[in-house]
């Protein structure tokens, strides 16, 4: 099939910059090269890796198989009253999507600007920043069966969705490509300003009445004080879920870290914050090889120009066991590691 390439570098597409390559390749966007694609015998006889914008993920070695770069574009939306329901395309940019529903006004989703990543990947994540999640506004997504080619929609109530998680990642792992995605926003704003430094940064730039337009904005400016920009120096964002823990759990180290950064969390647990965490440990901005986190926010793993992913794994690894031992908090990845 004329769009599968051989031996070719995964370092454009993963945003960590890692050197590595895969074995097969092929680009898709449409719906047509798709069903042509699983058609063909290389994706029964091969491992499959299905890439959106390659920003959650960590390569420790080549891939030895077929990844499949899904860039389908296109935004569509449909208004009913002050209901829109905002279809785009699995390969659409994450924040280009946020930057077209913000310019027409259409709310729900400007506290996940500036997050990295394609659509298609926002719901197997279920994607989450300053309060918002994208199980908050996901009305459904189009998918197809590896397996069979055959066309499915995922409704909200199929997608089993959790914190940075979803059936995507469990159940259903390996077994669907996403092609698009739905999203139930409003023409009618309810705005979400009591997470982190957003309320904050309002009062300072002296706004009283913020515009769907103001918290994007302000939203971008925070993550871009706090994250490098992959496109200069290698990273996946937040490497590291912040924990979830239960309200015992979190008394016994609360007492003993009274200064301990929480939230509440549903089912009456508590959410601690991982970065804060991680720079009680003595590691925000430490440089280990070619590795280490970033200056401005310890959650953030980086490559400062010609780490292995091997040796970033090595790294968070070491974070994961002194969080632990000092803490008795065990780190979950967020950055999946192939």
Not at 177 to 182: A, F, H, K, M, W
């Amino acid at each position: 099939m004329s769009i599968i390439q051989e031996n070719i570098s995964l370092k454009p597409f993963n945003t960590f910059g890692v050197a590595v390559s895969t074995s097969f390749f092929a680009e898709i966007f449409n719906e047509s090269d798709l069903n042509e694609l699983l058609g063909e015998s290389i994706v029964k006889t091969q491992p499959l890796l299905v890439l959106g914008g390659g920003s959650n993920l960590l390569f420790t070695k080549d891939f030895e198989g077929l990844v499949i770069k899904v860039s389908i574009p296109g935004i569509s939306f449909d208004v009913q009253g002050n209901d829109v329901m905002v279809t785009a395309g699995a390969g659409v940019v994450w924040n280009d999507l946020v930057n077209y529903c913000v310019n027409n006004g259409f709310a729900g989703i400007e506290n996940l600007s500036l997050i990295p990543g394609t659509v298609g990947a926002s719901p197997i994540q279920n994607i989450g920043a300053y309060g918002v999640e994208l199980k908050d506004v996901f009305h459904s997504c189009t998918a197809r069966e590896i397996a069979t080619a055959n066309e499915r929609v995922f409704k909200f109530e199929d997608c089993g969705f959790g914190y940075r998680d979803s059936i995507f990642k469990n159940e259903l792992k390996g077994q669907y490509i996403i092609t698009s995605v739905s999203f139930k926003l409003s023409k009618q704003a309810k705005l979400n300003t009591q997470y982190g430094a957003i309320q904050a940064e309002l009062q300072n730039r002296k706004i009283d009445h913020p515009t769907i337009s103001d918290i994007s904005r302000v939203v971008a400016d925070i993550r871009v004080s706090k994250l490098p920009d992959p496109s200069t120096i290698g990273n996946a964002g937040s490497f590291f879920k912040n924990p979830v823990i239960e309200q015992e759990s979190f008394e016994a180290v609360y007492t003993k870290f009274p200064e301990l950064v929480h939230y509440p969390a549903p089912g009456g647990k508590v959410k601690l914050a991982a970065g804060w965490l991680i720079e009680q440990c003595g590691f925000k901005g430490k440089v280990v090889g070619h590795t280490g986190t970033w200056k401005n926010q310890a959650l953030v793993l980086v490559n400062h120009g010609s780490a292995t992913g091997q040796e970033v794994y090595s790294f968070s690894e070491e974070i994961i066991n002194t969080v632990y031992n000092k803490f008795g908090v065990a780190l979950e990845r967020e950055v999946n590691i192939l």
